[in-house]
């Protein structure tokens, strides 16, 4: 069992790089198309929160759809397996979505009452039970066990196991290995057809 869950925790090591690197692109991403728009903003009129600041307005929607389609994203993968967080995340998410209209002030209460409900249910909590050595409720689910780098080289190294891990993983899987065996036996019948044909003599030589 130990061995097992070393060997998931290792595929699993590059989960939160992605997820970072795939929430900055969208950040990114978002704020580059809406800012060209900011003479349409101005003309359709911003809300009174920003005082007619474009930048702010776009940095602003950019961040709370990143943050919300993060958080939707992540409740969608984990309604299979944590049914409880995953309730949690898409409460979250729909709940910025709505924040969202409301201007600057909205926005930033979202933000500060999210931070705080993910640290209470993720991390507040669980230590609690841990540190009582009880065990957790159903309700409650952590948020698993990873680490964040900020040394490249170990970030590398942490790719480079997990691309292992799952390339083993792959390759010992029963279906792999049915799927090779069938390949590996319709290339040797391809051969001995293409070896029992009679050669084609040359031109200009008789039988």
Known sequence: MEELEATESKTMAPRAYVTICGAVLLFVGLFCQLIPFCHLLSELGLPVAFHG???????TSAFMLTACAVLL?????????RGWAALVLLTLGLLGDLMLFGGFVSCLIWTVLTVAVVYVYFVFLPAQYVEKGEQMPSWLQDIGSFEVEADLG?????FATGGEVLVDDLKQNPVSEAVSDAAAATQQQFQKMVGGQPSTAPEGESS
């Open 53 to 59: 600041f474009c930048p702010l307005f776009v940095m």
């Open 73 to 81: 994203i992540l409740g969608v993968v984990w309604s299979c397996t």
């Open 154 to 158: 170990k970030v590398g190294e942490a």
